[in-house]
């Protein structure tokens, strides 16, 4: 079984600040690795994946991730924020074998402050 | 090309009451999810149909049911609607199971309120 723990559940930061939102998680199979995007009363948006090679994956509007194998974590990363990325974030896993088995994160509120 | 559809957006019920929500994947997709948000819960499976069939299910009880047309849209059932039904109903797709790194790509959502 997989699951995914995003260590915080909100992220209050400076316009123009760097930023980090944290993801950690643990499975007994390989697995790909997601960040979604939930801006407010909107669904989902796919940000960036890892499925396989470089472990640096960069994704839309300037966000990268870095995936970690021997901490498990696949960390999402943005040098500089701005306003419009006010959203909450979701960090997922799903096994190789299927996605009906991905498993969300609880995800992480970030909120920037002008 | 157009992305996951759903309808419709918003909707009131009063419980007990039956809801029907609707749902089109990107075209050539054809595994459908169901997913529930409701507030402080976070998102929560119900329901997967790939070629038709269901083929997998979230902890839900049988009054959430589904089914996946020859076009590959879903419909999302809801019996007996409960005042814990109130939730955002979000529908995703993905293209063959396990394609694209089991990618799964996500509509709008159906805001559902029963009161």
């Known amino acids: 079984a997989q699951s995914v723990t995003q260590l915080d559940s909100q992220v209050p930061v400076f316009e123009e600040a760097p930023v980090e939102l944290r993801c950690n998680y643990s499975?007994?199979?390989?697995?790909?690795l997601f960040w979604y995007v939930q801006y407010p009363n909107q669904g989902l948006q796919l940000l960036l994946k890892?499925?396989?090679?470089?472990?640096l994956v960069k994704g839309i509007n300037g966000f990268e991730a870095e995936f970690n194998k021997s901490q498990t974590s696949f960390h999402l990363r943005k040098p500089s924020v701005h306003i419009s990325d006010t959203a909450e974030y979701f960090c997922?896993?799903?096994?190789?074998?299927?996605?009906?088995?991905?498993?969300f994160g609880s995800g992480t509120r970030l909120s920037i402050r002008p | 090309e157009a992305g996951v559809t759903q309808s419709p957006t918003h909707l009131i019920k009063t419980r007990g009451q039956q809801v029907t929500l609707r749902c089109s994947p990107i075209?050539?997709?054809?595994?459908v999810y169901w997913y529930q948000q409701a507030l402080g819960l976070g998102l929560q499976f119900l329901l997967w149909?790939?070629?038709?069939?269901?083929?997998n299910r979230g902890n839900f009880p049988p009054r959430f049911s589904g089914r996946q047309f020859p076009n590959y849209s879903s419909e999302l059932n809801v019996n007996a609607l409960e005042l814990e039904d109130s939730a955002l109903y979000l529908c995703?797709?993905?293209?063959?199971?396990?394609?694209?790194?089991?990618?799964?790509?996500f509509g709008e959502g159906s805001w559902l309120t029963v009161v």
């Open positions: 995703a797709s993905s293209l063959v199971p396990g394609g694209e790194g089991n990618t799964i790509y």
């Open positions: 499975s007994s199979v390989s697995v790909y």
């Open positions: 890892y499925l396989s090679g470089s472990t």
């Open positions: 997922a896993v799903s096994p190789y074998s299927s996605a009906s088995k991905i498993i």
């Open positions: 075209s050539g997709h054809t595994s």
């Open positions: 149909y790939d070629e038709g069939e269901e083929r």
